[in-house]
Each structure stands twice: as C-alpha cells, then as structure tokens.
C-alpha cells in the first residue's frame, strides 16, 4: 500500500490518496510504500496469543485493522482493552463495514459503547464485558 507522510507532521499520516489531496494544499506529502499484514495472520507466525492494550488511530481504517484482529480476539483471554479512532458513519467511508465490525466486537465480547452524539472524529474504549475499566 501506499502511505502518505505529512512533512512536518509524522502523526498525520493519510491511507488514502484522495484524504492526501484535499490537505496538500496545506501540508507536504511524500508517498512510501509499506507492507500490510493482518494481525491475525502475524500473531499465529510469531506465537503472539495475548496482548493487554491495542491503541489504533488509522486515519479511517481502525474498522480494517480491528477485522484483521477477529481470529485472534476470538482465541485470545484475557480479552484486550482496545482504543480506537472512529470516523462518524456519516463522514465515514464505509461506515456500513465500520459498523459491523463494531456489532462483531459487542459478539466477541467487548461492552457495548455509546455511539449518540459521536462527534466527527473521536476516540472510543473497547472494554471486555465483566473486565474493570482502566483508570
């Protein structure tokens, strides 16, 4: 895949050719290719079987990085905490996939959260069912 790097910001990074172009006007961008991997996949090659946290702030594509963990959360106890970028369904690209994978985590297990009033862009906590919210 091709990613676009912001020059002077390393946080900024863009997946998609068409978000990069509304902001070039504004920011300097360098594409570089970069190999995908689904976690699943990774975790049974290096023998990963837990993790604690997962933290994804994909610009838009956490819903394609937590698909990629399924196979994994489905094995895996205790289940991790997850922190996640979401992108509202109506600014979302595919907000129907996005949704689904979050009906997917409420069916792995994880509580269910508050999706009224979600702001545009925001931050939301995947917390297993019967597992204490972190501080």
Not at 21 to 32: L, N, V, Y
Request: charged letters at 35%; hydrophobic letters at 40%; one cysteine or more.
């Amino acid at each position: 895949m091709t990613i676009w790097k912001p020059k002077h910001n390393p946080g900024g990074n863009l997946l998609t050719e068409e978000l990069m172009r509304r902001r070039e006007t504004r920011m300097d961008f360098r594409p570089e290719e970069v190999r995908c991997r689904v976690f699943d996949d990774y975790a049974k090659e290096h023998g990963i079987d837990r993790v604690d946290f997962v933290k994804s702030d994909t610009e838009g594509f956490d819903y394609r990085v937590l698909r990629g963990m399924f196979g994994f959360l489905a094995r895996c106890e205790p289940k991790p905490v997850i922190l996640a970028e979401l992108l509202a369904p109506h600014v979302h690209h595919d907000s129907i996939a996005l949704l689904e994978v979050i009906e997917r985590l409420y069916q792995l297990g994880y509580e269910r959260v508050d999706l009224a009033g979600m702001q545009d862009v925001q931050d939301f906590l995947f917390v297993p069912r019967g597992r204490s919210r972190p501080a």
